[in-house]
């Protein structure tokens, strides 16, 4: 069975960083065709924040680009996500999703159980 493990979360202070990490692991992957981060923060949607495809196209909020930056391993089936200058209005759960190609399953989504990023002013 496939799973996805965060890590990285916790409390920093405005300006500060912070790195999480998203491992794929179980099952049988064949391939992680594309990794996510979306973060949730209490009142408001879960919103995209920035995206890796297995060619390593990338995708960046506008609320976070130049400050944010995704990167993954393909041989470790796992995705980062750098981020820099935080803000207290980057305070949420940070989730990460997948689509992972394993053996016997077509194509599927997976989500992370979420890890909470809280900036301190």
């Known amino acids: 069975q496939v799973q996805l493990v965060e890590s990285g979360g916790g409390l920093v202070q405005a300006g500060g960083s912070l790195r999480l990490s998203c491992a794929a692991s179980?099952?049988?992957?064949?391939?992680?065709?594309?990794m996510a981060w979306y973060r949730q923060a209490p009142g408001n949607q879960r919103e995209l924040v920035a995206s890796i495809t297995m060619y390593s196209e990338t995708f960046h909020a506008d609320s976070v680009k130049g400050r944010f930056t995704i990167s993954g391993d393909n041989a470790k089936n796992t995705a980062y996500l750098q981020m820099d200058g935080l803000k207290p209005e980057d305070t949420a759960v940070y989730y990460c999703?997948?689509?992972?190609?394993?053996?016997?399953?077509?194509?599927?989504?997976?989500w992370g159980q979420g890890t909470q990023v809280t900036v301190s002013s």
């Open positions: 179980g099952g049988s992957i064949l391939s992680t065709q594309f």
């Open positions: 999703y997948a689509l992972i190609q394993s053996v016997g399953v077509t194509l599927r989504a997976y």
